[in-house]
């Protein structure tokens, strides 16, 4: 638990309700980049796969959705750390 929000009980319970919120996104959001490893690793063997190649795409595309929703799963810094510090 952050140090600062010790002191702060409704603040914590904001982060703690953001936390449990974005866990679902994270969780969706790791699913799908998971699939995506897959069926990019699945494409690179079998080229001529249209299929493949639209799995491909669309996983893409879902996963670009979350990152405009939920703009701290792409980024270089945990949303944590960036908020709350080490």
């Not at 929703?69 to 750390?81: E, N």
Request: hydrophobic share 35%; proline share 5%.
């Amino acid at each position: 638990m952050p140090s600062c929000l010790e002191d702060k009980p409704e603040q914590m319970q904001d982060y703690q309700d953001f936390r449990q919120q974005a866990r679902g996104v994270e969780q969706e959001y790791l699913e799908l980049r998971k699939e995506l490893c897959g069926a990019e690793a699945a494409r690179y063997q079998d080229a001529a796969d249209r299929s493949l190649q639209a799995k491909v795409d669309y996983l893409k595309k879902r996963l670009r959705g979350l990152e405009q929703q939920a703009p701290w799963l792409a980024a270089d810094m945990p949303l944590d750390i960036a908020v709350w510090g080490h």
